[in-house]
């Protein structure tokens, strides 16, 4: 995006516009995965912190970081084959600045129900399960806040979970909005803008909230 801005050029090939594709699900759904990954370890952190050694060890964090890079990447793939084997037979102008799904089938000609009826249930199992979780084990980690004696430890604890759940509101929000709405709400405009957030705003200020 940054080379296309650069040097002006407003194209990209067909082999290319799936990498970007592929390369761009598999990162956001590895990264939802990571973070209720993080959910869990505070939950275990704050709330259990003498079974933390056991239950967080190293072998469940690798298996953890595995796990998500291989199901983002299973889901990638279905997603980047099914878009590039379906008929576009409209205008070959993305009304979007990067290759997104979503765009794209704005372009096809066939009815594509059935593979928006599958983007809902990958939002549903990637964004909207990790969200409740992360939601319900932050209210788990706030109830035990409030039980602690040192004001220290307190402060300490809410210093560590508010940057987890700034960087999880602005990268879920905006995801779950635009892939869950139906195609007839669907607005390019509001697309682009909500894109800047989970693709330009969370990865900038990702360095900056966990330091």
């Not at 239950?55 to 279905?78: D, E, F, P, Q």
């Not at 809410?158 to 999880?168: D, F, P, R």
């Not at 330009?200 to 200020?205: E, S």
Request: aromatic letters at 16%.
């Amino acid at each position: 995006m940054a080379y296309n801005f650069v040097f002006g050029n407003k194209s990209i090939s067909f082999i290319g516009c799936g990498a970007q594709s592929f390369f761009f699900l598999t990162l956001g759904g590895a990264e939802a995965l990571l973070l209720i990954s993080m959910a869990y370890d505070r939950y275990v952190a704050i709330c259990s912190p003498l079974h933390y050694s056991i239950r967080m060890n190293k072998k469940v964090c690798m298996l953890m970081i595995t796990g998500s890079w291989i199901m983002g990447s299973i889901n990638s793939c279905a997603h980047t084959a099914y878009a590039f084997h379906i008929p576009y037979c409209r205008s070959r102008t993305i009304n979007h600045f990067f290759c997104d799904v979503p765009a794209m089938l704005t372009l096809a000609c066939m009815d594509t129900w059935v593979y928006e009826y599958t983007v809902f249930v990958s939002t549903i199992l990637f964004l909207v399960f990790p969200f409740i979780c992360i939601t319900f084990s932050y209210i788990r980690v706030l109830l035990a806040i409030c039980r602690m004696q040192s004001t220290e430890g307190r402060k300490k604890a809410y210093s560590t979970c508010s940057t987890h759940l700034t960087v999880v509101t602005f990268y879920y929000v905006p995801f779950a909005y635009t892939y869950l709405r139906p195609r007839s709400l669907i607005s390019p405009t509001e697309d682009k803008a909500l894109a800047v957030f989970y693709t330009i705003l969370t990865p900038m200020l990702n360095p900056l909230i966990y330091t």
